[in-house]
T-cell receptor, first 116, second 114 residues
Framework: AQSVAQPEDQVNVAEGNPLTVKCTYS??????LFWYVQYPNRGLQFLLK??????LVKGSYGFEAEFNKSQTSFHLKKPSALVSDSALYFC??????????????FGKGTKLSVIP | DAMVIQNPRYQVTQFGKPVTLSCSQT?????MYWYQQKSSQAPKLLFH???????NEADTPDNFQSRRPNTSFCFLDIRSPGLGDAAMYLC?????????????FGDGTRLSIL
């Protein structure tokens, strides 16, 4: 079964410092990987995805993620954190759900707190 | 702006009293999803529609039903809500069901059960 793991429940980082939110995956075949962000009382917002191609993927709001096949990881990064980046971050992988359809399997989420 | 809209944002119902949550989209996407999310946990897929084809997740309780009368609208019906059904319910859309395109989420309906 396709799955992702986010090993950290919470990440704290000082404003202006680089941030990393970790994600590892377990899939059969080629992984389709996604990052979403969720602000309080809001829906999830798409940040970026890896389907194929360059291992470094650039996304919204200055975020990027690095796909590492040997380490089965897809960590989310940003060079300089903003207080407004404080939110809940979900890693997700495409999983087959039958009848020709696919769904997203989400990690448990990582709460990012950026400290002023 | 094209978007996914959920109404109402907050819904209170009584134990056992049927409730309907609604979702509309202006993206003209083929696929619409319903997720249940509890207490900052990962969203859990309940079911999805690809056009008019309904796909139910194996572990979705029978208490949960859905209707999609047209491309733009999708409804989540909870026939007899229990206390354990209190959660945020998220609607999402995607252009196709291949899983390689991002899903677009509404801001959710937070359901409380009295």
């Amino acid at each position: 079964a396709q799955s992702v793991a986010q090993p950290e429940d919470q990440v704290n980082v000082a404003e202006g410092n680089p941030l990393t939110v970790k994600c590892t995956y377990s899939v059969s075949g080629n992984p389709y990987l996604f990052w979403y962000v969720q602000y309080p009382n809001r829906g999830l917002q798409f940040l970026l995805k890896y389907i194929t191609g360059d291992n470094l993927v650039k996304g919204s709001y200055g975020f990027e993620a690095e796909f590492n096949k040997s380490q089965t990881s897809f960590h989310l990064k940003k060079p300089s954190a903003l207080v407004s980046d404080s939110a809940l971050y979900f890693c997700a992988v495409r999983a087959y759900s039958g009848a020709g359809s696919y769904q997203l399997t989400f990690g448990k989420g990582t709460k990012l707190s950026v400290i002023p | 702006d094209a978007m996914v809209i959920q109404n109402p944002r907050y819904q209170v119902t009584q134990f056992g009293k049927p409730v309907t949550l609604s979702c509309s989209q202006t993206l003209n996407h083929n696929v619409m999803y319903w997720y249940q999310q509890k207490s900052s946990q990962a969203p859990k897929l309940l079911f999805h529609y690809y056009d008019k084809d309904f796909n139910n997740e194996a572990d979705t309780p029978d208490n949960f039903q859905s209707r999609r009368p047209n491309t733009s609208f999708c409804f989540l019906d909870i026939r007899s809500p229990g206390l354990g059904d209190a959660a945020m319910y998220l609607c999402a859309t995607s252009r196709e069901a291949g899983g390689y395109q991002p899903q677009h989420f509404g801001d959710g309906t937070r359901l409380s059960i009295l």
